[in-house]
């Protein structure tokens, strides 16, 4: 009688990988989350619609992350949102980051020193994430709520970021970008973006004059690392017509003096030191 061979080799996973070497489900479960996260509340089939996933899927996948916490479904609307272990893990990035919590006190005395909603955000591949603000009484007046996402090259913090990077990391970024003029004042790379960042790097703020939203405007600085390498950004935004040409520079030299005060208090230098 001839005896079973056995199986040699790495034994087969229960979970499909793809080609880059990552996890499919959990590949698919984090895509899923994400854009939980982004839509705010949704429902199951737009959701799987909003990712490509087969709907049996996605509501697998769901139900999974809301045995964690991950999310919470909204019984009487029938919709999903992200739950309070998603905010739990966010949280514990706020806490680890020393910019953000050093920042906090600095970004209200903004506010009041300019009477604008004051902003921080941290870099994230070609965009910026808003992770910190105090909003002024004004009230007409700019609002992002936390993690809210915008390209950096259509952004008064992300520009400042942009014009601390290298050659190099500049090109890098802006290759990686889907480059849409957003107003008729967005700033593209063969429309006047170096030029823009250039003069940003000169004087040490940059200004958004309407380049990512009509009647909004935005002067940001780059906050750096013990690297001397921008890590973060501080703005402040409103409405354009508190924003005109002959405020910008005692705007600029406001939020370029809190970003260097945030950069010197968590231990970072600028490019110039």
Not at 110 to 131: H, I, K, Q
Not at 217 to 230: K, T
Not at 245 to 250: C, F, K, N, Q, V
Not at 252 to 265: C, D, F, K, S
Request: charged share 25%; aromatic share 6%.
């Amino acid at each position: 009688m001839e005896s079973q061979k056995r199986p040699r080799g790495r034994p087969k996973s229960m979970f499909k990988e793809s080609s880059a070497g990552t996890m499919q489900s959990l590949d698919r479960a984090l895509g899923v989350l994400t854009t939980v996260a982004g839509l705010e509340r949704v429902a199951l089939s737009d959701l799987a619609r909003e990712v490509d996933v087969p709907t049996a899927t996605t509501h697998r996948i769901l139900v999974t992350l809301q045995k964690h916490g991950f999310v919470s479904f909204d019984e009487e609307r029938q919709e999903w949102m992200v739950g309070i272990e998603a905010y739990r893990t966010g949280a514990s990035f706020l806490r680890r980051n020393n910019v953000l919590e050093i920042g906090r006190p600095i970004l209200r005395r903004l506010m009041l020193d300019s009477g604008e909603t004051a902003n921080l955000a941290v870099p994230d591949g070609p965009e910026v994430v808003f992770v910190g603000q105090v909003e002024t009484q004004n009230p007409i007046r700019a609002f992002f709520p936390p993690g809210a996402r915008t390209p950096m090259y259509a952004s008064g913090t992300g520009k400042a970021i942009l014009a601390a990077l290298s050659e190099e990391s500049l090109n890098k970024v802006l290759a990686r970008t889907d480059l849409i003029a957003f107003t008729e004042n967005t700033n593209l790379p063969q429309a006047g973006l170096h030029d823009d960042l250039a003069e940003t790097r000169r004087r040490g703020w940059s200004y958004d004059h309407e380049e990512r939203y009509e009647g909004m405007s935005c002067i940001g600085a780059a906050i750096f690392n013990d690297r001397a390498e921008p890590c973060a950004g501080i703005s402040v935004s409103g409405p354009t017509v508190r924003f005109s040409l002959d405020r910008a520079p005692e705007l600029g030299m406001l939020v370029r003096n809190a970003a260097q005060e945030i950069t010197h208090l968590s231990g970072g230098r600028s490019p110039s030191q």
